[in-house]
């Protein structure tokens, strides 16, 4: 079955830029989104289609996908950013998610 | 305002059967594929399955095949999963999700917790 893999956790300082990056066999050729879910809430759409953002979404959120990752990349990061991260891609007639990156703002 | 409500979890004993119910609400069912995900205390998300429009078409993961089934009551505007044989690797927090177009979901239920345990 498809994999995806994302690293467990990431930390950045406030201001600064965020990557998380997310792999999989020829990702490059399936659709890609992101979703953030804090505790206790459920998960909402950053990215689909690789690189889109959902209306709402600002746009210090930012996606892409080259060969075999993908990258969610947070401009100017704030506390308010700290959250789990989650990949997600459209295998045949499956989704699969990727196993999530806890984002820490030190 | 575009909503998902999921109900029926609960707390059931290993081997046991469970169906679980999600209403839409600001939307028409009919006009989206649906899906359920899951996500076990402190884990990750897990997609669990989906069903087209109509009913029509249902996929799932393998982890669910045989067991679990998805249906759809577009006139009730309402989704549904039957699951069965329940192991306490299906303690999860179960979430119905619409599809959107490229295989992405737009609109997030707050689920139900499951809960397997003698």
């Known amino acids: 079955s498809y994999e995806l893999t994302q690293p467990p956790s990431v930390s950045v300082s406030p201001g600064q830029t965020a990557t998380i990056p997310c792999s999989g066999d020829n990702l490059g050729q399936k659709y890609v989104s992101w979703y953030q879910q804090k505790p206790g809430q459920s998960p909402i759409t950053l990215i689909y289609?690789?690189?889109s953002r959902p209306s709402g979404i600002p746009g210090r959120f930012s996606g892409s996908t080259s060969g075999n990752t993908a990258t969610l990349t947070i401009s100017a990061t704030q506390a308010l950013d700290e959250a789990d991260y989650f990949c997600q891609a459209w295998d045949i007639n499956t989704k699969v998610f990727g196993g999530g990156t806890r984002l820490t703002v030190l | 305002e575009e909503q998902l409500v999921e109900s029926g979890g609960g707390v059931v004993r290993p081997g046991g059967s469970l169906r679980l119910s999600c209403v839409a609400s600001g939307f028409n069912l009919n006009d989206n594929g649906m899906s359920w995900v899951r996500q076990a205390p402190g884990k990750g998300l897990e997609w669990v399955a989906n069903?087209?429009?109509?009913?029509?078409?249902?996929n799932y993961a393998d982890s669910v095949k045989g067991r679990f089934t998805i249906l759809r009551d577009n006139a009730k505007n309402s989704l549904f999963l039957q699951m069965s044989n329940l192991g306490a690797e299906d303690t999860a927090s179960y979430h119905c999700a619409r599809e959107g177009l490229f295989g992405y979901f737009d609109v997030w239920g707050r689920g139900t917790l499951v809960t397997v345990s003698s």
């Open positions: 069903i087209n429009w109509n009913g029509g078409s249902t």
């Open positions: 289609q690789h690189s």
